[in-house]
């Protein structure tokens, strides 16, 4: 019986993949070994790094696809071939930001290789991932959840990711990977979703993400490579696709200059 509710469950679930793959400077502290860098059982700003991941998300989902950081580009053949509307320009730091820390975007689905100037004031924690997938849309039965953090962790496990912070390798990446509470995924008017305003099921990622303690004034460099197989999703109760898998790949660039607040 809970086999027969579970397959209708993930039948009527809608299942969005969300793809995202000289010395430093710091004005606070940070872990030991990536100076900086928040220690992945930290809480920053009394938030776990866990639960950073769906504050990411709810900000990447809040605005809308023709002015998404996630689909910002340089370069005019990244339009190519696209489903989603990549567009070309400035890209704009600011948009959608508010509190102590400020978010950073990956690029998204199947990724391409970027370099944003960004413009970020003194103060500011910065979090962002290296490479995440996101999946949403089933209602809160555990069976389901299970299921989903499977397959999550199915397709995390292919990433290979790495970065550096002003020409420093950040090490020991794999202690950055979590995978987030479940939450009901709740979005405004013109979200990067393109749903009706309100709550619609449930949501969880997993991920690598970096969180890292303010800046000091002056310009910086976080560049990051990230991959994965793009696993596609099955029903556990018929055959899964066999190997090889396509392979995303991104690499984000930003050049960053922190200001002195006003």
């Known amino acids: 019986m809970k086999r027969m509710i579970l397959q209708t469950v993930l ?3 809608t299942i969005v993949l969300a793809l995202l793959g000289g010395a ?3 004005a606070g502290e940070g872990n030991a070994g990536n100076p900086g860098v928040m220690p992945p059982n930290s809480t ?3 938030r776990s790094y ?3 991941h769906l504050a990411w998300w ?12 996630l689909l910002n580009a340089d370069d005019p053949a990244d339009q190519i071939n696209s489903a989603l509307p990549v567009w070309i320009g400035p890209y704009d730091a600011s948009a959608g930001q508010s509190g102590p820390a400020w978010f950073l975007a990956e690029t998204h689905r199947n990724g391409w290789t970027v370099e944003r100037d960004a413009t970020i004031p003194a103060g500011k924690h910065l979090c962002f991932p290296l490479q995440n997938f996101l999946l949403w849309g089933w209602p809160p039965v555990p069976e389901a959840e299970a299921w989903m953090r499977f397959y999550l962790g199915l397709v995390l496990d292919t990433a290979e990711v790495a970065c550096e912070i002003d020409g420093v390798p950040v090490e020991n990446l794999q202690g950055y990977r979590h995978q987030s509470p479940a939450a009901p995924l709740v979005v405004g008017e013109n979200n990067f979703l393109m749903l009706p305003p309100g709550q619609h099921g449930m949501m969880v990622d997993d991920g690598y993400y970096l969180i890292l303690a303010p800046l000091s004034v002056g310009t910086h460099t976080i560049h990051w490579t990230a991959s994965m197989e793009v696993i596609p999703y099955w029903n556990p109760w018929n055959p899964p696709p066999l190997p090889p898998f396509p392979v995303a790949f991104q690499e984000v660039t930003y050049q960053i200059t922190v200001v002195p607040r006003r």
């Open 11 to 13: 039948v009527r679930a």
């Open 24 to 26: 430093v400077v710091w």
């Open 44 to 46: 920053p700003l009394d």
């Open 50 to 52: 866990p639960e950073w």
């Open 58 to 69: 709810n900000w990447a989902l809040s605005m809308p696809r023709a002015t998404s950081p």
